[in-house]
């Protein structure tokens, strides 16, 4: 069964099962399989029309659906759907003279998209055609779904079908059935499974019985389970003072006996998700990990309800391009377990569909594939924060399973303790004497930023530039540890009273040593203390990790206030908004925007304080506030 079924299916293992134990129905089935097996014999040369007459209209009727369609008029060259499902005759016929306005949509069942048999659905054919043809036909199908306002998509090449419904956010794939293959290996479960999915009873029955007694028993389930946990954490708290090292520095456990019982007591208790959560829900996908993780461990800061159209696209001139949003930075602030990236990774690949190229005839392979695009958006666009390991882990593996990719740009630290390069000079001591082969920090750090700007503008495919990136590696290696080290130095004196200005500037002025200058000076116990301060809270310096910044800025940053696990003390909303604005605002664009999420209204003082602010401009949506740097100008 599994083989015939994309791996990203949202239909549960357990609701599959109960869809595999509802009555067969042999009759159906068999002429289920004649169709295909007719059909077999003209698909080597069988067009777009020859798959709608030949299979996609005969399987239809075999569903139990009434459906219309109409000639393939085009308006601003996009079409409408193919077909439109309806539960009956009378429906159809009541409604059809109403066809493609919002009205005739509203009284369908949903809507059908086919193409020619064969036709790759996840990725855009370069050539000729239409603008809106050209496209991926996953993303062509969502477009109609929501202009069409229908609950339910089937997109079909009349060998995968390929099911999407409209939920509360963004649409969602439900489930992509392989037939040609069930049929070549005589799978009858297969077709089992699609004619109770995909047909007019699956629509209407049971597929929201499912769901509905899916949502009701998981949130039962959810609902014990946040119980124990929370009442796992309080008595933590009581026993031990170790939790919070087990949450803020998961992976040390590993190396401490003590430790290592703890996050046992953790797991018994049903924190975390390991396998033997996974086998007791047995109805998570792995779409739903981080929001049931969300839903486990924050106090509060969970749905977002962002409008990433409202964002990205309006209040820009009429230039928007494909290539202006993929040519985008986004800081996310904090992650939580995957939710916000989840959301902007699914909204920037649909609305990078709906832009045109910048220049006609333009193409793109990698951006006309869903799971290439999604992949550059991930590795080019978005990069993140996170301060919790616990949530870093989940975050990653979430990303893995649903986006079959690293997150790389998705680093751990605490976003609200750090410095920037800049600093660093006015921590140096010009009176000192330099020694004879030391260099002046100042010159130090300007060295490598010259050199990661080198770096970066170097080809990765031309032999002589490939060379002297690896030249350069090697160098900007040495130094972010050194510049890294002595930025978490200069920052632990917050933490601790053991280092003085003597010390830092040792440090600086040994930038430049040689290996056994810096091993002598790195093993003192003030500077591993220091380093240990660093790693526990989780120092976070931007331009280290994100060595871009050194050369831009991001054009939008994403942040959560009042996001918060359930193992942090409560925080004053309105210090922590203005923590973030302070630690954001030096790394973001002047024309960016600051994306700050609101859950509940924020204190009034500090609305207040916003718009009399002389350096910022605020912006109110519905559920999130967008902050921007005053132009000069408006000052």
Request: hydrophobic share 40%; aromatic share 12%; proline share 3%.
């Amino acid at each position: 069964m599994h083989s015939m079924i994309a791996r990203n299916t949202l239909i549960s293992k357990a609701g599959l099962n109960k869809i595999l134990l509802m009555p067969h129905e042999e009759e159906l089935y068999a002429s289920l399989q004649t169709i295909l097996v007719k059909f077999q014999e003209i698909k080597a040369f069988a067009s777009e029309i020859h798959t709608e007459t030949h299979l996609i209209k005969p399987m239809l009727k075999l569903l139990g659906y009434a459906y219309e369609s109409k000639p393939k008029f085009f308006e601003e060259q996009i079409k409408g759907p193919d077909v439109a499902l309806f539960a009956s005759d009378e429906e159809r016929v009541r409604n059809s003279s109403f066809w493609g306005t919002p009205e005739y949509y509203s009284n369908t069942l949903g809507i059908l998209l086919l193409k020619r048999y064969g036709r790759n659905l996840e990725e855009g054919i370069s050539g000729f055609y239409l603008e809106f043809e050209n496209r991926i036909p996953i993303y062509q199908t969502v477009y109609l779904l929501k202009k069409t306002k229908t609950s339910w998509g089937i997109l079909t090449d009349g060998k995968h079908w390929i099911l999407i419904k409209k939920p509360a956010s963004y649409e969602t794939r439900l489930i992509d059935i392989d037939l040609e293959k069930a049929l070549l290996e005589n799978h009858r479960e297969t077709l089992h499974l699609f004619y109770n999915i995909f047909s007019l009873r699956g629509l209407m029955k049971t597929l929201p019985e499912i769901i509905e007694l899916e949502r009701t028993g998981l949130i039962n389930i959810l609902k014990e389970k946040k119980t124990s946990v929370r009442n796992a954490i309080q008595g933590l708290k009581k026993k031990t003072d170790i939790f919070p090292k087990v949450i803020d520095s998961y992976r040390e456990l590993y190396s401490d006996t003590e430790l290592v019982a703890t996050e046992k007591y953790l797991q018994e208790n049903g924190i975390g998700l390991e396998k033997k959560y996974h086998a007791q829900l047995d109805s998570i996908s792995e779409y739903n990990i981080s929001d049931i993780a969300a839903y486990l461990f924050n106090k509060k800061g969970y749905m977002t309800g962002l409008d990433l159209e409202d964002i990205f696209l309006k209040d820009h001139s009429g230039d928007l391009s494909k290539e202006h949003l993929l040519s985008l930075k986004i800081l996310d602030m904090t992650p939580n377990f995957g939710n916000i990236a989840a959301e902007l990774i699914e909204g920037i690949a649909y609305l990078s569909f709906i832009l045109p190229y910048k220049e006609r005839n333009t193409f793109i392979t990698e951006w006309e594939n869903e799971t290439s695009l999604k992949r550059y958006i991930i590795d080019r666009l978005l990069f993140g924060i996170e301060k919790s390991y616990f949530a870093y882990d989940i975050f990653h593996g979430m990303m893995r399973s649903r986006f079959k990719t690293e997150a790389r740009n998705y680093k751990f630290g605490n976003p609200l303790i750090g410095m920037s390069l800049s600093d660093v000079p006015h921590y140096f001591d010009t009176t000192n004497q330099l020694g004879l082969f030391n260099k002046n920090p100042v010159v130090c750090l300007d060295t490598f930023k010259d050199m990661f700007k080198r770096y970066f503008s170097l080809s990765e495919k031309i032999k002589e530039d490939v060379q002297v990136r690896e030249e350069l590696d090697i160098n900007l290696k040495r130094y972010t540890i050194r510049i890294r080290d002595i930025m978490d130095i200069i920052t632990s004196t917050y933490f601790s009273k053991t280092i003085d200005n003597r010390k830092i500037n040792d440090v600086l002025c040994n930038l430049e040593s040689d290996e056994s200058t810096w091993n002598h000076l790195s093993s003192q116990d003030w500077f591993i203390a220091a380093k240990g301060i660093g790693k526990r809270n989780g120092f976070f310096h931007p331009e280290l990790e994100f060595p871009f910044l050194l050369g831009g800025a991001f054009d939008f940053i994403f942040v959560q206030p009042a996001l918060q696990h359930i193992w942090e003390d409560t925080f004053p909303l309105a210090e922590v908004t203005k923590a973030y604005i302070k630690r954001g605002m030096p790394y973001l664009k002047s024309d960016g925007s600051m994306v700050i999420i609101l859950e509940e209204h924020l204190e009034n003082d500090l609305m207040l304080e916003l718009s009399q602010s002389k350096r910022y401009e605020i912006e109110m949506k519905n559920g999130f506030m967008l902050l921007h740097k005053k132009r000069a100008g408006h000052l």
